[in-house]
């Protein structure tokens, strides 16, 4: 029998997650859609990481959220096709991250990492774009938003890695870097990393940095003053956690920032964002 949609929620919700989500810097007039945009990826996203149900099932349950958008479906699905259809919006960035999610249920391991780019392209470059359309960016700012993403994407991939195998089976280190530094699959489930997998998170966090890199000018390219802090703070948060995986343990030790840290850390990185902009 397949499983309803309150059988797949988590409970977990915008304030969970590792960066901010439609913060009270972005204008309350963007907020609804960006926010409607969020609880149907989260309901996808809850569908796919599922621990206990079956393949099918999953896929059962995404195919509800693609026939929402559509408006008959899941409700997350029907309110984000509602907040589309009301601001002209184009609906091929949720449907994009359906694909995601298919494949998070269909694929469980990356053989090289331009396959797990390939990955990001549909799992996070989507979400900085609906954000920007919202917003009615220059869609010339999607490479910067694009780069971002998929950092964003991968720092919580190298986070999560040892829960993901444990969980899930899945395995986002892509396998020709795991070959490269002579580490194996099965040390994931380990409680403390090994050198060799070690070498393969620090390796994968260097060419996080090379991302973030591409996207440091994204926040000065925004028009949207609201938008471009919220910007400039996930920029710096994603630079701090990226430099811890360069020296932290992700199954021994912890990544994440606490709230008391991240909220210094976003003060600071707005203040430092009009600062160079006025200079």
């Not at 869609?139 to 694009?146: G, L, Q």
Request: hydrophobic share 45%.
């Amino acid at each position: 029998m397949t499983a309803r949609r309150a059988d797949f929620a988590s409970g977990k919700g915008h304030r969970d997650e590792n960066f901010p989500v439609a913060s009270k810097l972005v204008a309350p007039a963007y907020r609804a859609p960006v926010m409607a945009f969020y609880r149907f990826a989260r309901a996808a996203d809850d569908v796919a990481d599922h621990p206990t149900a079956s393949r099918d099932e999953k896929l059962d349950g995404l195919a509800r959220m693609r026939a929402g958008l559509a408006g008959d479906g899941a409700p997350e699905a029907i309110a984000l096709a509602a907040a589309i259809a009301e601001r002209g919006l184009d609906a091929a960035h949720a449907n994009d991250l359906l694909d995601a999610f298919e494949q998070d249920v269909r694929v469980n391991r990356y053989p090289t990492w331009d396959a797990l780019i390939d990955y990001c392209r549909l799992s996070a470059m989507p979400v900085g774009r609906f954000v920007l359309d919202v917003h009615g960016e220059d869609r010339a700012t999607w490479p910067a938003s694009d780069a971002l993403c998929a950092a964003l994407q991968i720092i919580n991939h190298l986070q999560d890695c040892g829960k993901d195998y444990r969980s899930l089976d899945r395995v986002y280190l892509p396998a020709d870097l795991l070959a490269a530094t002579g580490a194996h699959i099965e040390e994931l489930a380990a409680p403390v990393a090994s050198p060799a997998l070690r070498a393969t998170i620090t390796l994968m966090a260097a060419r996080t940095q090379a991302l973030l890199a591409q996207s440091a000018p994204f926040a000065g390219m925004i028009r949207d003053k609201r938008l471009a802090s919220e910007v400039a703070v996930i920029q710096r948060l994603a630079e701090s956690l990226t430099r811890r995986l360069m020296a932290r343990d992700p199954l021994s030790q912890r990544v994440h920032h606490g709230k008391g840290e991240a909220a210094s850390r976003a003060a600071w990185a707005v203040a430092r964002h009009w600062m160079g902009r006025r200079g």
